[in-house]
């Protein structure tokens, strides 16, 4: 089940977060997250504006943001172009605690319901991330810029009608 995160399930969400980064350090992708993010005031934000939910299946495994809207980290695309510019939804800071298969698959399900067109991006060295994101229909745009000037690469999802 996906609802909204709430303030009484931020030891769990941390404890998720920490999971993720966790492997993402073990299989080559340690610079993604480093050891701190998201930071515990972003979670809180994301809670109080009812961007951030969790996948509670027994106990929570999996949290997603998904924020409908302008993203300004999208604004500027380098080596391609955005599919659409229709209003569209963005999936962040995706994670799982790995006990449950299937996450990205009901996330990204969840957010279908809330729009036809979507936005991801993630870290080069973030390869299982990057096989999810093409194996679930989403298209190569380009490269944006996280605000420390990071690269990410950038992946849209348009329903087709």
Known sequence: MIRCAKQTDMDDILTVYAAARDYMKRTGNAGQWGDHHPPQSLLEDDIKK????????????????????????????????????????TIHRIASDGQTKGIFKQCLAF????????????????????????????????IVYMENGSPRIAYQYVKST
């Not at 299946?57 to 229709?86: L, M, Q």
């Not at 991006?121 to 229909?137: S, V």
């Open 111 to 142: 957010c279908q319901n809330m729009s036809d067109n979507i936005r991801i991006d993630t870290h080069h060295d973030n390869k299982t991330m990057r096989h999810l994101i093409e194996k679930n229909g989403f298209q190569r745009c380009g």
């Open 50 to 89: 009812e961007h951030l939910y969790v996948l509670d299946n027994k106990g929570i495994h999996g949290v997603f943001a998904f924020i409908i809207g302008d993203d300004p980290t999208y604004h500027r695309i380098d080596h391609g172009a955005w599919i659409s510019d229709e209003p569209y939804g």
